[in-house]
């Protein structure tokens, strides 16, 4: 198995590590009480959650809309026969990419989350120019 479908792996999971973090991570100082978490209704808790946990929870949901771009950049690179090393490069930029953009939206930091995002899209993008 080649490194980027390894970073499909990767893609998929990485929304569930921002769903520890708004479940369970530390909360902001400024952070109004949330209820304890009730496994029973998980959505009704984390639509009440605010600060850096509802932060992660925003991250963990751009997460989920980002991975079928770029799962399906990957695939098409591969059936297309892309220079693998091209593929391997811009899927692992990729991962690196969506990591440091979920750590920018936990942390607050809004222009470098556009950034991260951009350089993202960017690296699936450029998975189908690996591919014409």
């Known amino acids: 198995m080649t490194l980027a479908y390894w970073c499909v792996l990767m893609a998929a999971l990485l929304p569930y590590l921002f769903t ?18 009730d496994n029973h209704a998980p959505r009704a808790h984390l639509a009440q959650l605010t600060g850096r946990r509802l932060r992660a ?13 770029f799962a399906a950049a990957v695939i098409i ?19 690196l990419f969506r990591v440091a953009y979920g750590l920018a939206y936990v942390s607050d930091k809004p222009s470098q989350r556009s950034l991260m995002w951009l350089g993202g899209i960017l690296c699936c993008v450029g998975l189908f120019v690996a591919s014409a």
């Open 77 to 95: 690179a591969h059936q297309m026969q892309a220079d693998q090393s091209i593929v391997d490069t811009l899927a692992a930029a990729f991962i």
């Open 20 to 37: 520890g973090l708004a479940k369970f991570g530390p909360k902001d100082p400024a952070d109004q009480p949330a209820p304890k978490y």
């Open 57 to 69: 929870h925003w991250a963990q949901l751009n997460s989920f809309e980002a991975f079928p771009f």
